[in-house]
């Protein structure tokens, strides 16, 4: 999973803003261009591989996405862990609604970002203590929405040349298009550019192993997330129920137990064994845990067909989304559901 490192300014106590802003600036300081890395002699051959793969996706992304051609994700940083940030959710323990955090700039999201695990881990036993549900996500990539240039991380190449490309597309999508105060909006959007321009580029390198791959991915993510979106109606239904403390905490339990019961049978029968997401099972599910899965992922469908609307041209799709961000949050939603043009939004 993939979200911004919000706090970079806060008005949520001087400490945090003080790691928040240390955090960045360490990463900034071990900056190293790609180009010179490329060119550099010394550079071990497996990193100058890395960087010539990511300088050609970079470039792609400017040149194909009309995604910001700028400085960002053109030097590197190895900062020797396997998550730059840890983002913490919270949520009421018989609620779907997650705890929010505002932040000047960024505006307000439904988590809160740390450099540091241990720090992510403190705020999540406070936030506990209050009674809520809480999850703890590590994340490997970060935007700062153009105010400095991002670099790429060593988190970013943990996996394949796919998975560095999806996150660079994602992290410049924000660049592109960032409404305030609307996670969902900007996560959707961002998801959006990232997997028609992960089909795009392995169309255009001739990938057409890894675009199997992909799709195959894609279309387990969906099926995982109507798993998931199905539980949460169930949660919903007992939430909203007259049923006493005790007995909702019984039904919340079981309804998750299902929800695990229904991934072992997808994963065994229609999955041929894939166990990508048991880490995502095994770890504990809760109310907080759901939620997040949901604001970077609903409104998706409803960016694509917006996408497919404006016939795949990205200049216009981002003018489109750029309109749809400019209405009242209150109707943004319902109007993106409802558009049946790229021209007009409400």
């Given at each position: 999973?993939?979200?911004?490192?919000?706090?970079l300014?806060?008005?949520?106590?001087?400490?945090?803003?003080?790691?928040?802003?240390?955090?960045?600036?360490?990463?900034?300081?071990?900056?190293?261009?790609?180009?010179?890395?490329?060119?550099?002699?010394?550079?071990?051959?497996?990193?100058?591989?890395?960087?010539t793969?990511?300088?050609?996706?970079?470039?792609?992304?400017?040149?194909?996405?009309a995604?910001?051609?700028?400085?960002?994700?053109?030097?590197?940083?190895?900062?020797g862990?396997?998550?730059?940030?840890?983002?913490?959710?919270?949520?009421?323990?018989?609620s779907?609604?997650?705890?929010?955090w505002?932040f000047?700039?960024?505006?307000?999201?439904?988590?809160r970002?740390?450099?540091?695990?241990?720090?992510?881990i403190?705020?999540?036993l406070e936030?506990?203590?209050?009674?809520?549900?809480?999850?703890?996500?590590?994340?490997t990539?970060?935007?700062?929405?153009?105010?400095?240039?991002?670099?790429?991380?060593?988190?970013?190449?943990?996996?394949?040349?796919?998975?560095?490309?999806?996150?660079?597309?994602?992290?410049l999508?924000?660049?592109?298009?960032?409404v305030?105060d609307?996670?969902?909006?900007?996560?959707?959007?961002?998801?959006?550019?990232?997997?028609?321009?992960?089909?795009?580029?392995?169309?255009?390198?001739?990938?057409?192993?890894?675009?199997?791959?992909?799709?195959?991915?894609?279309?387990?993510?969906?099926?995982?997330?109507?798993?998931?979106?199905?539980?949460?109606?169930?949660?919903?239904?007992?939430?909203?129920?007259?049923?006493?403390?005790e007995?909702?905490r019984?039904?919340?339990?079981?309804?998750?137990?299902?929800?695990?019961?229904?991934?072992?049978?997808?994963?065994d029968?229609?999955?041929?064994?894939?166990?990508g997401?048991?880490?995502w099972?095994e770890?504990?599910?809760?109310?907080?845990?759901?939620?997040?899965?949901s604001v970077?992922n609903?409104?998706?469908?409803?960016?694509?067909?917006?996408?497919?609307?404006?016939?795949?041209?990205?200049?216009?799709?981002?003018?489109?989304v750029?309109?749809?961000?400019?209405?009242?949050?209150?109707?943004?939603?319902?109007?993106?559901?409802?558009a049946?043009?790229?021209?007009?939004?409400?």
């Amino acid at each position: 999973m993939v979200c911004l490192a919000v706090g970079l300014t806060g008005c949520t106590g001087v400490s945090y803003y003080a790691d928040s802003l240390k955090g960045h600036v360490e990463i900034l300081a071990a900056r190293r261009n790609v180009a010179k890395l490329i060119d550099d002699r010394s550079t071990p051959e497996a990193l100058r591989a890395q960087m010539t793969s990511a300088a050609a996706i970079r470039q792609f992304a400017s040149d194909d996405l009309a995604l910001p051609d700028n400085q960002s994700y053109r030097s590197y940083a190895d900062i020797g862990r396997d998550y730059v940030t840890w983002a913490v959710f919270a949520a009421p323990e018989f609620s779907l609604t997650p705890r929010v955090w505002c932040f000047p700039v960024f505006g307000c999201v439904p988590y809160r970002g740390y450099f540091s695990r241990e720090s992510a881990i403190d705020t999540a036993l406070e936030l506990k203590k209050e009674g809520l549900d809480v999850h703890v996500s590590g994340v490997t990539a970060y935007s700062t929405l153009g105010w400095s240039s991002d670099p790429l991380l060593s988190t970013m190449f943990l996996h394949d040349k796919t998975y560095l490309a999806s996150l660079v597309f994602h992290e410049l999508a924000h660049q592109r298009v960032y409404v305030n105060d609307d996670t969902p909006f900007n996560e959707a959007f961002a998801v959006t550019v990232e997997t028609t321009g992960v089909r795009k580029w392995l169309r255009a390198t001739g990938d057409a192993a890894g675009l199997r791959r992909f799709e195959a991915g894609e279309k387990r993510s969906a099926e995982f997330l109507a798993l998931v979106a199905q539980t949460r109606e169930e949660l919903r239904e007992i939430y909203s129920g007259s049923a006493s403390s005790e007995q909702m905490r019984a039904d919340k339990a079981a309804a998750i137990e299902r929800l695990r019961v229904r991934y072992r049978q997808m994963r065994d029968r229609r999955w041929g064994g894939y166990r990508g997401y048991d880490g995502w099972f095994e770890a504990p599910i809760n109310n907080a845990k759901i939620a997040a899965t949901s604001v970077y992922n609903d409104r998706v469908p409803a960016f694509l067909r917006l996408f497919e609307l404006c016939s795949g041209d990205y200049p216009r799709f981002y003018a489109a989304v750029r309109r749809f961000g400019a209405l009242a949050k209150a109707e943004r939603a319902e109007a993106l559901e409802a558009a049946r043009t790229c021209d007009k939004a409400g």
